[in-house]
């Protein structure tokens, strides 16, 4: 890659939400502002390679793009927007200080990540507006088609226009809510890169936890002082340091007992324990720790052992039951239970398991759990079937291969 | 910004009868604050005719145009400067009602 290249690849990482942000905040309209920005960075690649990369770029983008959005009404003026015309007329506005145009990134991540859109809605504008992905690179990280993707986003933009989603940082009195809602759309794409979904993609999907650890970043930046932010993003970024140990070479996907500690990355984990750390020094002070710095503490403890059996399980069955408390969800009651196999064997584990079926009997985690806990206490047959279970219902290739050699191995 | 808002009561899982002083409560407020247009509560969707004069000429029949276990109770329209304090007052409505609340922009 040129040096230009780069320059345009790091700048539309950096600027490409502060552009689209700014041009929303001044004409009040999503859609004019992501053609804006998508023109001013086409331009970029056109104009720097001959022009040379402008001493300020995110100035010269911003300008750029209000320009080609300016251009853009009045061809479409002919439609009669007087709307649009008026917005014109205030060519001559001074520029935003940049205090400003940062609260406008956090405005346009809450307006994506609104509660009134649909789940998918919010991943995918999220990944759009904000993220700068392409639409069919977000339609091949859902696995969807390009056009049913670009609905999504365009049915989601019209129902913000239509609805008048406000573009503006929530009150103080629901904005934990909102930023709640923001970290579960991060943590979604996160997830989904770590253990993609779908026989012809990638078991990791690099792009995905890469963004996402982007975004939580920005997040952070922006809100510094929100502890389940910093969580979430230690729980990212102690989770990407495993990701080269996590799939061997024949594509198999490799448990965290069996995991070559030394391919770990260690600056993601030092900087990961220097942000559990962060927040542990508030839980002292006593601010309670939500469930992001829980399961970021915990990943936390099993990254600071060396090997699998120096794992302080009963630190980590400690804060599962912290967790338990923050988030009674039958998923988290089944990780627990795996600390459980540790401390008190698996029998004992295997009875905090079965209690789960009733709610857990359609998630492939679920049987893989139970047929490796039926496994080490001998009991093969039953183990093969849930591991057959399991298998069916995984819906990664490294995975199912990691299964389905564990099942083989059943005598 | 003018939305429609409209109470869903549902056959099988009625909401309580009992909340008329509730929904005049929050009705009286919905007016202090100017977000009140109008209101009105739904007779039985027994009540209700269909009229379908496309063709050569009106055709009525008995009975909602679509026969579901969800009706439409009752309808406000509102005065909101966006849907986040819609949803915000749709939330208490629903409260006030005691049944679910769907709320939809005008063009």
């Known amino acids: ?411 | 910004m003018r939305y429609l808002v409209s109470v869903i009561d549902d056959k099988d899982d009625p909401g309580s009868t009992d909340r008329q002083p509730h929904i005049s409560a929050f009705n009286e407020r919905l007016i202090a604050d100017g977000y009140w247009v109008f209101a009105g509560g739904l007779a039985d969707t027994d009540a209700a005719t269909v009229v379908d004069n496309r063709g050569e000429r009106a055709v009525f029949s008995d009975g909602p145009f679509v026969e579901s276990k969800e009706y439409l109770a009752g309808v406000w329209v509102w005065e909101a400067p966006d849907l986040d304090v819609a949803l915000e007052l749709a939330a208490e409505a629903s409260k006030a009602c005691d049944r679910k609340i769907e709320v939809r922009p005008f063009q």
């Open chain 1, 1 to 411: 890659m040129s040096d230009v290249e780069e320059a345009i690849t790091r700048v539309h990482h950096e600027e490409w939400a502060r552009v689209v942000a700014a041009l929303t905040r001044r004409f009040g309209d999503l859609d004019l502002a992501e053609e804006g920005a998508a023109e001013a960075f086409a331009t970029a690649v056109e104009r720097w390679p001959a022009d040379g990369v402008p001493p300020n770029p995110g100035a010269w983008l911003t300008i750029t793009a209000t320009r080609k959005a300016i251009d853009r009404i009045r061809r479409e003026n002919k439609r009669d927007d007087k709307h649009r015309e008026a917005l014109v007329a205030h060519d001559d506005d001074p520029p935003e200080p940049l205090g400003a145009i940062d609260d406008d990134r956090l405005r346009l991540i809450f307006t994506c990540c609104h509660p009134a859109l649909a789940v998918e809605a919010r991943l995918a504008l999220t990944l759009r507006l904000v993220g700068g992905l392409t639409m069919p690179e977000i339609a091949r990280a859902f696995l969807v088609a390009e056009s049913a993707m670009g609905q999504r986003i365009t049915r989601a933009k019209a129902k913000i226009k239509a609805a008048r989603i406000p573009y503006r940082i929530p009150s103080a009195e629901d904005l934990p809510a909102r930023v709640t809602g923001v970290l579960a759309v991060l943590f979604l794409v996160f997830n989904e890169g770590y253990l993609a979904t779908g026989p012809d993609t990638d078991p990791v999907r690099h792009d995905l936890t890469a963004e996402a650890i982007r975004l939580t970043r920005l997040i952070r930046a922006l809100l510094p002082d929100d502890g389940e932010v910093t969580g979430l993003l230690a729980q990212m970024l102690l989770t990407e340091a495993r990701r080269a140990a996590r799939v061997s070479a024949s594509g198999e996907l490799v448990a965290l007992d069996e995991q070559d500690r030394g391919a770990w990355d260690a600056t993601l984990i030092a900087e990961g324990h220097g942000l559990v750390r962060e927040r542990l020094a508030a839980a002292a002070a006593g601010v309670a720790p939500g469930r992001y710095q829980v399961l970021a503490a915990i990943n936390a403890v099993h990254t600071s052992a060396r090997d699998i059996r120096d794992t302080d399980w009963s630190q980590v069955l400690a804060l599962y039951d912290r967790l338990v408390r923050l988030d009674p969800s039958p998923i988290v009651a089944l990780n627990r239970a795996i600390a459980v196999a540790e401390l008190d064997g698996p029998e004992v584990a295997l009875a905090a398991v079965d209690r789960l079926e009733d709610r857990l009997a359609d998630y492939h985690a679920f049987h893989a759990t139970r047929a490796d806990l039926l496994r080490r206490l001998g009991r093969s047959g039953q183990s093969r079937t849930a591991y057959d279970r399991a298998i069916g219902l995984a819906g990664n290739t490294a995975e199912t291969a990691y299964l389905t050699r564990r099942r083989d191995q059943l005598r």
